[in-house]
């Protein structure tokens, strides 16, 4: 499960302002064909749990660097 997610994390897209974009049932899917790796439906609500606590996660980290950014660009003489 922690294969499936890591390498379906790093195949991703990335939307212009650079959030994660989900990992779909589809990428599940074609992962487990392609690798022969099956997985139990738990397993994939699992990484895709753990799908949605990562983009969380990348989200507050580009939004507090928006912050920093907008506080730095008001410091400017």
């Known amino acids: 499960m922690w294969r499936a997610f890591g390498e379906l994390d790093a195949q991703r897209l990335h939307s212009e302002s650079g959030i994660p974009q ?3 049932h589809r990428d ?3 992962w487990c064909r392609t690798m022969r790796v099956p ?3 738990a397993e994939i609500v699992a990484v895709l749990a753990l799908d949605g606590e ?3 996660i990348e ?3 580009l939004a507090a660097t928006r ?3 907008a506080e730095l660009e008001d410091d400017d003489p």
């Open 67 to 69: 912050r920093r950014d």
């Open 59 to 61: 989200a507050e980290r």
């Open 22 to 24: 989900p990992i779909q």
């Open 28 to 30: 599940v899917e074609a």
């Open 54 to 56: 990562r983009r969380a």
């Open 39 to 41: 997985l139990h439906p």
